[in-house]
């Protein structure tokens, strides 16, 4: 199979779909490997890398796509890119169609058949190819949020460890999963007074089991979050239901009973956002203000920290991506009940029944496709 892979074009987007060693892993298995001159600068991956790993380095993203029968990436095929996918091609890579109906559409008149990295599932029920991301958004949340607490970005200019005599911060996460954890964690891990609110039981007990009272739980509820939201200087969305709309838990409203300069952080941005104000932004222009309350939303944020996450996502796709390329997506997918979650479009049909649901669009059974 002639994999490609071409430069991300999404506004400060520096991670890439394959690493050198993936493309080395790749060409040994028999496969031709086609990078973009330059596709892996901004995670620190020269031309020379990809050459020395086996990979044919192509001018263009016009030629990747053109030559490719499988193109990986890391974001969602934006509207230049989509005209350039046809039908018979395999797209690997993240896609939040939920939100995002030109997306959907593009790829449904595409024809193509595209495999989405957050819907791909694993034997204990998690999310394989979005753990690294949500471990690593998780991570950036507090440290983005407390640059935006500064006064001079419009916050509270509250310090999340607070000093002697003076008390930190107080930070609710809303959603105990990945990203929710790895928030609480680094939050925690700054001084600040944490609290992590989710609507499982056995989760909130594993948490409070594993980190020890290192933050305080609570169990999520529109009441206890009324009751929260008046004390915090920080509240970290952190809430995903897998392939569909983020559900929006803080409405405008409720921006008026918090203090002025609070910081709301929605790492749920990708598929919507869980803020009824939140719009998705860039690292170039990352905040705005809403009603006197600083919002932080960026749509890539692990894309700060291109190299860290490139490395961490291609782990967790390798193995994926070279079954699709050994065996074909119909065969992998046939075999790999996970992988086949994965699938969201196909010769122009919907095949992830939330996504459908968020847009109205008619889905047909995944599991017909590769019977």
């Given at each position: 199979m002639k994999i490609g892979c071409p430069k991300e074009i999404k506004p400060q987007e520096f991670r890439v779909g394959l690493t050198p060693n993936a493309a080395?892993?790749?060409?040994?298995?028999?496969?031709?490997?086609?990078?973009?001159?330059?596709?892996?600068?901004?995670?620190?991956?020269?031309?020379?890398?990809?050459?020395?790993?086996?990979?044919?380095?192509?001018?263009t993203a016009?030629?990747?796509?053109?030559?490719?029968?499988?193109?990986?990436?890391?974001?969602?095929?934006?509207?230049?890119?989509?005209k350039?996918?046809?039908?018979?091609?395999?797209?690997?890579?993240y896609l939040h169609l939920a939100p995002d109906p030109d997306q959907t559409r593009d790829?449904?008149?595409?024809?193509?058949?595209a495999i989405a990295y957050e819907t791909v599932t694993d034997r204990a029920g998690g999310l394989p190819l979005l753990a690294p991301m949500s471990e690593v958004a998780g991570r950036l949340a507090p440290q983005v949020g407390a640059w935006t607490l500064q006064k001079a970005n419009g916050g509270r200019g509250v310090l999340m460890g607070g000093v002697p005599g003076v008390g930190p911060a107080k930070v609710l996460v809303i959603g105990g999963g990945v990203v929710g954890t790895h928030a609480a964690r680094i939050a925690a891990g700054m001084g600040?007074?944490?609290?992590?609110?989710?609507?499982?039981?056995?989760?909130?007990?594993?948490?409070?089991d594993v980190f020890g009272g290192a933050f305080k739980t609570?169990?999520?509820?529109?009441?206890?979050?009324?009751?929260?939201?008046?004390?915090?200087?920080?509240?970290?969305?952190?809430?995903?239901?897998?392939g569909a709309a983020a559900p929006q838990l803080v409405t405008r409203a409720q921006l008026g009973v918090m203090k002025p300069g609070a910081v709301l952080v929605d790492v749920a941005i990708d598929q919507g956002g869980c803020f009824e104000t939140s719009r998705a932004t860039t690292h170039q222009d990352p905040i705005y203000e809403v009603d006197g309350i600083m919002h932080y939303c960026v749509a890539n944020m692990p894309g700060a920290v291109a190299r860290t996450s490139t490395l961490?996502?291609?782990?967790?796709?390798?193995?994926?991506?070279?079954?699709?390329?050994?065996?074909?997506?119909?065969?992998?997918?046939?075999?790999?009940?996970?992988?086949l979650a994965g699938l969201n479009v196909h010769a122009g049909q919907l095949t992830y029944a939330a996504v459908?649901?968020?847009?109205?669009?008619?889905?047909?059974?995944?599991?017909?496709?590769?019977?």
């Amino acid at each position: 199979m002639k994999i490609g892979c071409p430069k991300e074009i999404k506004p400060q987007e520096f991670r890439v779909g394959l690493t050198p060693n993936a493309a080395m892993e790749a060409v040994a298995h028999g496969h031709t490997v086609l990078i973009e001159t330059g596709a892996g600068v901004g995670a620190g991956f020269a031309d020379a890398d990809y050459a020395a790993a086996g990979a044919v380095m192509v001018g263009t993203a016009a030629e990747v796509f053109a030559q490719a029968d499988m193109i990986v990436k890391v974001k969602e095929p934006q509207a230049g890119e989509r005209k350039m996918l046809r039908e018979g091609q395999v797209l690997f890579t993240y896609l939040h169609l939920a939100p995002d109906p030109d997306q959907t559409r593009d790829l449904l008149a595409s024809g193509c058949t595209a495999i989405a990295y957050e819907t791909v599932t694993d034997r204990a029920g998690g999310l394989p190819l979005l753990a690294p991301m949500s471990e690593v958004a998780g991570r950036l949340a507090p440290q983005v949020g407390a640059w935006t607490l500064q006064k001079a970005n419009g916050g509270r200019g509250v310090l999340m460890g607070g000093v002697p005599g003076v008390g930190p911060a107080k930070v609710l996460v809303i959603g105990g999963g990945v990203v929710g954890t790895h928030a609480a964690r680094i939050a925690a891990g700054m001084g600040a007074d944490v609290t992590v609110l989710d609507r499982s039981l056995p989760r909130l007990r594993y948490l409070d089991d594993v980190f020890g009272g290192a933050f305080k739980t609570g169990y999520s509820s529109a009441g206890l979050l009324a009751e929260l939201l008046p004390q915090v200087d920080m509240v970290v969305g952190a809430v995903l239901i897998p392939g569909a709309a983020a559900p929006q838990l803080v409405t405008r409203a409720q921006l008026g009973v918090m203090k002025p300069g609070a910081v709301l952080v929605d790492v749920a941005i990708d598929q919507g956002g869980c803020f009824e104000t939140s719009r998705a932004t860039t690292h170039q222009d990352p905040i705005y203000e809403v009603d006197g309350i600083m919002h932080y939303c960026v749509a890539n944020m692990p894309g700060a920290v291109a190299r860290t996450s490139t490395l961490a996502l291609g782990n967790a796709t390798m193995p994926f991506m070279l079954a699709l390329a050994d065996k074909g997506w119909k065969r992998a997918c046939a075999e790999d009940g996970h992988l086949l979650a994965g699938l969201n479009v196909h010769a122009g049909q919907l095949t992830y029944a939330a996504v459908g649901e968020a847009l109205g669009i008619a889905t047909v059974e995944a599991r017909s496709l590769v019977a």
